[in-house]
């Protein structure tokens, strides 16, 4: 089935320690999204890129790094994990460049937990 | 920047209409939609509305949107069991989904 997927599912991580969430799809949109999901927060994005080449910062960019070297993957970088990144992270895609609704295609998520 | 709020919970009985309700305020956002997010997967375009409408329905759905006072419903007629979800209402512009503004989720419970 075609769309997009996340990994790991879900992963306890030591604070201090590197972590990468990777994303992976198959539907040769070009642009790709990282958000978070905090309770009673919604969804707040983290980075984005909007060709592969090209990335840039979202609402909450901070603690976090992307790269995009090929259309398919966007994977997420935490370079050293704290506790308030403790959260639900979804991928998302978009059939952007010219004129489309801006629908988004998620993934399933990755539940990060941080101690 | 974009601001968009909605109530967290939202308990309705089965059969009934559900009606969930937004507001934003930025009134250049070209499209207004509504996400459904079930246990456990992430979110799905449930529906949108082009900003110069003031309605769509599609089946059991119907959007109502106010530009006046930049208000955007969603109205579920006859609620079932697997209508139980987290249902997102956001905004944005068609150039870039990078702008698009979500609001906290209303979290719609069923009660048989």
């Known amino acids: 089935i075609a769309g997009i997927t996340q990994a790991p599912t879900s992963q306890i991580l030591a604070a201090g320690r590197r972590m990468t969430l990777r994303c992976t799809q198959d539907m040769r949109h070009n642009a790709m999204y990282w958000y978070r999901q905090d309770l009673g927060l919604g969804l707040r994005l983290i980075h984005y890129?909007?060709?592969?080449?090209?990335?840039g910062k979202g609402e909450v960019p901070d603690g976090y790094s992307v790269s995009r070297a090929n259309t398919d993957d966007f994977p997420l970088t935490l370079a050293s994990a704290v506790p308030s990144q403790t959260s639900v992270y979804f991928c998302a895609s978009s059939p952007s460049s010219g004129r489309t609704t801006g629908e988004l295609f998620f993934g399933e998520g990755s539940r990060l937990t941080v101690l | 920047g974009e601001d968009v709020e909605q109530s967290l919970f939202l308990s309705v009985r089965e059969g009934d209409s559900s009606v969930i309700n937004c507001t934003y305020t930025?009134?250049?956002?070209?499209?207004l939609y509504w996400y459904k997010q079930e246990p456990g997967a992430g979110l799905q375009l449930l529906t949108y509305i082009f900003s110069n409408m003031d309605m769509k329905q599609d089946q059991r759905l119907t959007v109502l949107l106010n530009k006046k006072d930049k208000h955007l419903s969603l109205r579920i007629a006859d609620t079932q069991t697997g209508d139980s979800a987290i249902y997102f209402c956001?905004?944005?512009?068609?150039?870039?989904?990078?702008?698009?503004?979500f609001g906290s989720g209303t979290r719609l419970s069923i009660r048989p």
């Open positions: 890129s909007n060709t592969a080449g090209t990335t």
């Open positions: 930025d009134s250049s956002s070209t499209y």
């Open positions: 956001a905004g944005g512009e068609y150039s870039s989904a990078s702008k698009i503004i």
